[in-house]
């Protein structure tokens, strides 16, 4: 799973790309976690999962470990672009009281 | 149409794309709506993750067994679906399958993977016991909604 960033107006954006399972997860952990420690003045941190083909639980374990990671540093966490997939899992479990979906 | 089918895998994680992805295929014959099939793999992934994650402990030196049996209906078929491990099986099962109870804090485990087989599919059982493997067993039912709509169908 790969992670396209852009930086636009002291917003970061985060693209997630693949299959989030507990297999491909590990990677984009890291990839996620050093982005907040090298965009750390960000405003706020938008993460987009229209590229996100599947989810399963992992996807809520991974979106609040971002979510308290950036919290950190201040940084509020934005979804973006879920599929009807990794939707209704995010819906289930909560996550967007969190992370509201933008 | 009866029709069924049986996996053995090794219990690593890069057998959980494949896992889900031949029940997903398997279940093609009863020309599911896509989001049925994406309820079906969610399902699936949630429990050979727990089969790789928590009964082998991460170790990959166990196996996974995945059986699926067609039920025909007159609005199309049942698919029953079986997980089973020979792992460490669970202590307290009416624990385990509470939202949000995980075992793997530290791991980012959202502790949601029984709660989503439970929402995702139509029947859930869970069986097991400490130091007996665990089973899961769910079924969901193919066309029994027919808000789907023709474009929405998989071509099989």
Known sequence: MQIQTDFKDRILYMRLNGEMDEHNAALARRTADRLADDYAHSERAVIDLSNVSFMDSTGIGFLIGRYKKFKRYGIPVYVMNPTYNADKILQMSGVYTLMPKI | ?156
């Open chain 2, 1 to 156: 149409m009866e029709n069924y089918m049986k996996l053995t895998l090794a219990a690593l994680g890069e057998n959980e794309g494949f896992a889900r992805n031949a029940v997903a295929a398997f279940a093609l014959c009863l020309n599911p709506s896509l989001s049925e099939l994406s309820d079906i793999k969610t399902a699936v992934s949630e429990a050979v993750t727990n089969c790789i994650v928590h009964a082998y402990k991460g170790q990959g030196n166990g196996s996974i067994g995945i059986e699926c049996r067609i039920e025909p209906t007159a609005e199309g078929g049942i698919l029953h679906i079986t997980v089973t491990d020979e792992g460490c099986g669970i202590e307290d099962v009416e624990k385990a399958v509470q939202p949000f109870y995980t075992t793997l804090d530290e791991a980012e485990r959202s502790g949601m993977g029984f709660t989503i087989m439970q929402t995702f599919m139509d029947g859930f059982a869970l069986d097991s016991g400490k130091g007996n493997g665990t089973r899961v067993s769910m079924f969901r039912r193919i066309g029994a909604t027919q808000q789907n709509t023709e474009k929405e169908r998989v071509d099989a």
